[in-house]
């Protein structure tokens, strides 16, 4: 097609005007308009290649010089990009939290870009800013359930914040956990606080010799990135064992205790609403009274399992959140919002104020601008996916998206355990669960063999495991990913297993039954199958 022109005229027409109807560009946009899952079943294609083939196609160092026309330019990205993308729409792709959208996403996407509104501050997003703060009061108040009065005094309060947005999870564990430190070690007397006069000043000054942050093995890896950010150090991130899944509130407390009495000051105890790896939830009400005793702060990390509180069923599975000084929430997961939507919350709106930062040239003191207590500065509109999916679904919609999800994966669950050739490893708490293929009769070896016997047939699972997965996502129809997880029936070893997330609306129980007989004909294919099946697995082979 040759090169575009390199002059303003042409580059005003790339700005202002779109190229003809029938252009690249115009057919994608037509087609993903009349339906993204045939586009999707059309262009994203699920064959075997590998990733330093795709590297390839991006191995250009240097900025093109010259223009390119768009159709062409869109031409390249179905090619190169668009084909070899992971089709998260489709109801086999179960392996992660991320899933179908519902289709008004694009055409608000449209509107998002199109009106580009900067959320740092009201001068680029002057109704985009109480949109933001309306949507916070709206979550804020799905945690902590406070009377309409009490919001209307701190809504649009441009002393107080509910919340803060951000583009995940885990800025939204960075800004509870900020917020939590420049509390803790805040001014006093003389002393300006940890936010002027730095860690070591605030060590010194209050006598501490190291500041910890507890969670359990299960607590996502943006916490080891946290304390790495706010200089409080990877080695006083106090990961606990957690073989049935969930933070134990009594050694909680026995090892908050001891890392005190040790010269050291605990500054916030992690629970999880839906652990990333299994979705099991801590035992949040107790952790909430840890907290308390010990004097720290208390964050909820539930970014995955947030949205359960939607529903009137299941909310209980979630008791104690609203007693959190802060929470994570996801939009990007279980509110099917596009991805960049996450949300710390506030249970105090003056908490907010302890990381509040002012510039004359744009955060002037008391203005209501959003970046003044947001970990990240410029940043688009997230907010009004937010705001157009908690009215397009209401909290009834959502109910009923977050109780089929719990449901089907509790059938899933009953269909692994009916199934002579797999072995359910952790039952679901919301919509995740972890399951692995083993055939009936080691099933039945495992419960009566030695520690050492049973190490070894673990051992020749876990190979079973992670060739049965990757062989079926090679083959490309269906996706779960893998972990491993301790076992308690195993003496706390560890053994890997598939791990399923069911959040797809889309996906139903035909397409469940098929990925499991998929994994069964790919696993008694293989010869470690026979191996295990004809009982060959003695310590001398």
């Given at each position: 097609?040759?090169?575009?022109?390199?002059?303003?005229?042409?580059?005003?027409?790339?700005?202002?005007k779109?190229?003809?109807?029938?252009?690249?560009?115009?057919?994608?946009?037509?087609?993903?308009?009349?339906?993204?899952?045939?586009?999707?079943s059309?262009?994203?294609v699920?064959?075997?290649?590998?990733?330093?083939?795709?590297?390839?196609?991006?191995s250009?160092?240097?900025?093109?010089?010259?223009?390119?026309?768009?159709?062409?330019?869109?031409?390249?990205?179905?090619?190169?990009?668009?084909?070899?993308?992971v089709?998260?729409?489709?109801p086999?792709?179960i392996?992660?939290?991320?899933s179908?959208?519902?289709?008004?996403?694009l055409?608000?996407?449209?509107?998002?870009?199109?009106?580009n509104?900067?959320?740092?501050?009201?001068?680029?997003?002057?109704?985009?800013?109480?949109?933001?703060?309306?949507?916070?009061?709206?979550?804020?108040?799905?945690?902590?359930d406070?009377?309409?009065?009490?919001?209307?005094?701190?809504?649009?309060?441009?002393?107080?914040?509910?919340?803060?947005?951000?583009?995940?999870?885990?800025?939204?564990?960075i800004t509870?956990?900020?917020?939590?430190r420049?509390?803790?070690?805040?001014?006093?007397?003389?002393?300006?606080?940890?936010?002027?006069?730095?860690l070591?000043?605030?060590?010194?000054?209050?006598?501490i010799?190291?500041?910890?942050?507890?969670?359990?093995?299960?607590?996502?890896?943006?916490?080891?990135?946290?304390?790495?950010?706010?200089g409080?150090?990877?080695?006083?991130?106090?990961?606990?064992?957690?073989?049935?899944?969930?933070?134990?509130?009594?050694?909680?407390?026995?090892?908050?205790?001891?890392?005190?009495?040790?010269?050291?000051?605990?500054?916030?105890?992690?629970?999880?609403?839906?652990?990333?790896?299994?979705?099991?939830?801590?035992?949040?009400?107790?952790?909430?009274?840890?907290?308390?005793?010990?004097?720290?702060?208390?964050?909820?990390?539930?970014?995955?399992?947030?949205?359960?509180?939607?529903?009137?069923?299941?909310?209980?599975?979630?008791?104690g959140?609203?007693?959190?000084?802060?929470?994570?929430?996801d939009?990007?997961?279980?509110m099917?919002?596009?991805?960049?939507?996450?949300?710390?919350?506030?249970?105090?709106?003056?908490?907010?104020?302890?990381?509040?930062?002012h510039?004359?040239?744009?955060?002037?003191?008391?203005?209501?601008?959003?970046?003044a207590?947001?970990?990240?500065?410029?940043?688009?509109?997230?907010?009004?996916?937010?705001?157009?999916?908690?009215?397009?679904?209401?909290?009834?919609?959502y109910?009923?998206?977050?109780?089929q999800?719990?449901?089907?994966?509790?059938?899933?669950?009953?269909?692994?355990?009916?199934?002579?050739?797999?072995?359910?490893?952790?039952a679901?708490?919301?919509?995740?669960?972890?399951y692995?293929?083993?055939?009936?009769?080691?099933?039945?070896?495992?419960?009566?063999?030695?520690?050492?016997?049973?190490?070894?047939?673990?051992?020749?699972?876990?190979s079973?495991?992670?060739?049965?997965?990757?062989?079926?996502?090679?083959?490309?129809?269906?996706?779960?990913?893998?972990?491993?997880?301790?076992?308690?029936?195993?003496?706390?070893?560890?053994?890997?297993?598939?791990?399923?997330?069911?959040?797809?609306?889309l996906?139903?129980?035909?397409?469940?039954?098929?990925?499991?007989?998929e994994?069964?004909?790919?696993?008694?294919?293989?010869?470690?199958?026979?191996?295990?099946?004809?009982?060959?697995?003695s310590?001398?082979?």
């Open positions: 097609m040759g090169e575009a022109q390199v002059s303003l005229k042409h580059l005003f027409r790339v700005f202002t779109p190229e003809h109807k029938d252009s690249k560009l115009a057919q994608i946009e037509q087609h993903l308009s009349d339906n993204i899952l045939d586009f999707l059309q262009h994203v699920a064959k075997n290649t590998s990733l330093e083939e795709i590297e390839q196609d991006f250009e160092s240097v900025v093109p010089e010259s223009p390119e026309f768009v159709s062409s330019h869109a031409e390249t990205l179905l090619n190169k990009l668009v084909a070899h993308s089709n998260t729409y489709s086999t792709f392996g992660h939290m991320t179908a959208l519902p289709y008004f996403h055409p608000l996407a449209k509107l998002l870009v199109g009106l509104q900067n959320l740092v501050k009201i001068e680029t997003s002057k109704a985009f800013t109480p949109l933001e703060r309306q949507v916070l009061g709206m979550m804020h108040n799905l945690v902590y406070q009377d309409e009065q009490w919001y209307q005094q701190y809504l649009h309060s441009a002393r107080h914040a509910l919340g803060a947005f951000g583009s995940g999870g885990t800025v939204a564990n509870s956990l900020w917020v939590a420049n509390k803790m070690l805040g001014p006093d007397g003389q002393f300006p606080g940890v936010a002027k006069a730095g070591a000043s605030a060590y010194r000054h209050y006598n010799q190291n500041m910890g942050v507890m969670c359990s093995r299960r607590g996502h890896y943006s916490l080891s990135k946290a304390v790495d950010v706010l409080i150090g990877r080695e006083n991130l106090i990961s606990l064992p957690c073989p049935n899944q969930t933070l134990s509130p009594e050694l909680a407390l026995a090892e908050g205790k001891r890392y005190q009495q040790d010269g050291n000051k605990l500054l916030a105890i992690v629970g999880v609403g839906g652990t990333t790896e299994t979705g099991h939830v801590d035992p949040l009400d107790e952790l909430a009274d840890v907290a308390r005793e010990l004097g720290c702060w208390f964050h909820v990390d539930a970014a995955w399992g947030g949205a359960t509180l939607f529903s009137k069923t299941y909310r209980e599975r979630l008791k959140i609203e007693r959190a000084d802060s929470v994570t929430i939009a990007h997961k279980q099917y919002v596009p991805m960049g939507a996450g949300m710390a919350l506030f249970k105090n709106p003056e908490d907010a104020n302890t990381v509040r930062h510039a004359q040239y744009i955060l002037r003191q008391g203005s209501k601008d959003l970046g207590t947001t970990l990240e500065g410029s940043r688009n509109g997230m907010a009004m996916m937010v705001y157009a999916s908690l009215h397009i679904f209401g909290r009834r919609g109910e009923l998206l977050i109780d999800s719990i449901s089907k994966a509790a059938k899933f669950a009953s269909m692994i355990n009916d199934h002579p050739d797999f072995e359910l490893v952790t679901p708490t919301l919509s995740i669960l972890t692995r293929v083993c055939p009936e009769n080691t099933r039945a070896k495992l419960k009566t063999v030695s520690q050492k016997e049973q190490r070894k047939l673990n051992h020749k699972l876990d079973l495991v992670v060739n049965v997965q990757k062989l079926q996502r090679e083959a490309g129809k269906s996706f779960v990913s893998r972990t491993r997880l301790e076992s308690l029936d195993y003496e706390g070893t560890s053994v890997t297993v598939f791990r399923v997330v069911l959040a797809n609306p996906t139903s129980e035909r397409d469940l039954h098929n990925i499991l007989e994994q069964s004909t790919l696993a008694r294919g293989r010869h470690i199958w026979k191996e295990l099946s004809e009982g060959k697995h310590i001398s082979n």
